[in-house]
């Protein structure tokens, strides 16, 4: 089976300062891993997705993350928060049967909130 | 905006009552998702389809159904509603492939009362 945990249900940081958003993922099969963020009242917008090209992933608005097989981790980073980070954060996992579309599985989000 | 299209926005309605939710996906993509966003089970999927077949379910209650159709714009049909159906409800659509990159729409929140 396959499962997401999100080890944080709050974080809060200083503009301007680091963000680390941390997940730990259980997969049978070698896994999708993404992180979406949800704006108050929004959709889920997708920051960045790992599939297997490379252990190190770039998203949007400066995020990016960490595949790690040997911890089992998929945490999420920023150098420097800005007050506009302020949202939900997912991580999330799809299993990979052959390449074939597939149900998204989520953890239970982090809610980051940035002081000013 | 990602491209996917929710209507209605919002949904009020009573204990009992039939509602249907719509989605349209983004131009090209074969495959819809719907997803249920509640304070108490978070995001959970519920059901696939691909090109008007039924791909993939997941926790849907049997009150409830969805199709696909030719045009391949989906509804989610909820039935005999109780007020633990209150939540919102994503629609989501992805391309043939192996990426798998859903995107989403903006949601139906529903309030049963």
């Known amino acids: 089976a396959q499962s997401v945990t999100q080890l944080d249900s709050h974080v809060s940081v200083s503009e301007g300062t680091p963000v680390l958003l941390r997940c730990n993922y259980s997969?049978?099969?070698?896994?999708?891993l993404f992180w979406y963020v949800q704006h108050p009242n929004k959709g889920l917008q997708l920051l960045l997705k790992?599939?297997?090209?490379?252990?190190l992933v770039k998203g949007i608005n400066g995020f990016e993350a960490e595949f790690k097989k040997s911890e089992t981790s998929f945490h999420l980073t920023k150098p420097s928060a800005h007050m506009s980070d302020a949202a939900e954060y997912f991580c999330v996992v799809s299993p990979n049967y052959g390449g074939a579309t597939n149900k998204l599985i989520f953890g239970t989000g982090t809610l980051l909130a940035v002081q000013p | 905006d990602s491209g996917v299209t929710q209507t209605p926005k919002h949904l009020i309605t009573a204990t009992g009552q039939r509602v249907t939710l719509r989605c349209s996906p983004r131009?090209?993509?074969?495959?819809v998702y719907w997803y249920q966003q509640s304070l108490d089970q978070g995001l959970q999927f519920l059901i696939q389809y691909y090109n008007g077949e039924e791909r993939a379910k997941g926790n849907i209650l049997e009150r409830f159904s969805a199709q696909q159709f030719p045009d391949l714009h989906s509804e989610l049909n909820l039935s005999s509603l109780e007020l633990g159906d209150s939540a919102l409800y994503f629609c989501a659509s992805s391309a043939l492939g192996g990426e798998n990159i859903q995107y989403f729409g903006a949601g139906t929140r529903l309030s049963v009362l």
């Open positions: 790992y599939t297997s090209a490379a252990t």
């Open positions: 131009s090209g993509d074969l495959s």
């Open positions: 997969s049978s099969y070698s896994p999708s």
